[in-house]
Structures are given as structure tokens and as C-alpha cells.
């Protein structure tokens, strides 16, 4: 798993950072910049971080833009959640 960061969006209501797990990502989109004449493209992935065993604390949308200089996230927008209400009793704790 990938710890999505302190500096998410979930940071302000979780008391830990939400992980990301490659089976929760799905990519949306993927554009080749130029057609076939580089290696730079911009790629969308739908993200759905989870807590503890598993427990889904909302969904965000990732654009980055991969090229041959490297991996530069272009876009983060923070799609819903967390909604408490999917978190069982024994860990409302993970909640602020």
C-alpha cells in the first residue's frame, strides 16, 4: 500500500493517513500529448483510500503528467468523504 499523506484532504478528519492499494485505482484517462512523437502523456487515476481493514474514507482524482523529465501530479481533487457512517463502531476512533 501507498500512505496517501498527511497533507490529504481526509488528514483534517482521520487520525492517521488513509493508505492506497493498486486494486482500489482505477485509471480514467490517459492522453498522449503530441500523438506518437514523445513520451509524455497525462494520465487520470480515480482513487478510493482506505483506513485500517480496508474501510474507504472517500474517493479523489489524480492527473499526472509522466514524460521523460519524470512524474509531475498536474491535478488532485478531493471527489467525497469520508462518511462516518461507513466506519464500524470499533473504529470510530479513526475519526477526529
Avoid: C, M, W
Avoid at 487520525?15 to 482500489?24: K, L, V
Avoid at 491535478?75 to 464500524?88: A, I, L, S, T
Amino acid at each position: 500500500a501507498i500512505s496517501a499523506g498527511g497533507g490529504s484532504v481526509q488528514s483534517d478528519v482521520l487520525s492517521g493517513s488513509p493508505d492506497i492499494y493498486p486494486y482500489f485505482v482505477d485509471v480514467k484517462y490517459i492522453e498522449r500529448i503530441n500523438g506518437f512523437r514523445g513520451f509524455d502523456f497525462f494520465i487520470t487515476l480515480d482513487v478510493r483510500p482506505t483506513v485500517g481493514p480496508h474501510i474507504p474514507v472517500g474517493e479523489d482524482v489524480f492527473t499526472y503528467r509522466v514524460s521523460a523529465a519524470g512524474v509531475e501530479l498536474k491535478n488532485f481533487e478531493h471527489v467525497r468523504g469520508p462518511n462516518k457512517d461507513d466506519f464500524p463502531p470499533n473504529y470510530k476512533d479513526l475519526l477526529k
